[in-house]
């Protein structure tokens, strides 16, 4: 009888904990509110009330592609980067990121005609 209670307590002991990696927050909910915001390491919740949500806070990149129309009424498909960072980890589905620029993957050629842009 002994044996299969200890089994249970090792069982729930591993479901409460959570390990958050140097690169990310945890935000912790408990019953659906925001309770804190936890920096890296060993995390321990409630299982059943608590849930935890690990948000990266590293920069990352968003391809965002565009079609632009010429001088030439030519379509043209523009490929360019945006880079993000998560400023906030409690309020991160929200407008919290700071974005570092559009890079584009080709040149600008939107005041250009076609003829400009087929002879490169």
């Given at each position: 009888m002994g044996h299969d209670n200890r089994g249970n307590r090792v069982c729930g002991l591993a479901a409460s904990l959570?390990?958050?990696q140097q690169y990310e927050k945890a935000v912790v909910f408990r019953l659906g509110?925001?309770?804190?915001?936890?920096?890296p390491?060993?995390?321990?919740?409630?299982?059943?009330?608590d849930n935890l949500r690990k948000v990266s806070m590293q920069i990352?990149?968003?391809r965002c592609p565009q079609k632009i129309i010429t001088k030439?009424?030519?379509?043209?498909?523009?490929?360019r980067s945006a880079?993000?960072?998560v400023v906030d980890a409690t309020s991160?589905?929200?407008h919290s990121k700071r974005r570092f620029g559009g890079q584009p993957d080709r040149p600008d050629h939107?005041?250009?005609?076609?003829s400009a842009i087929l002879t490169r």
């Open positions: 959570r390990i958050v509110r925001v309770v804190g915001e936890k920096g390491g060993l995390r321990i919740i409630i299982p059943v009330i990352s990149p968003c030439g009424n030519v379509s043209i498909e523009c490929r880079y993000y960072q991160a589905g929200g939107r005041a250009q005609s076609s």
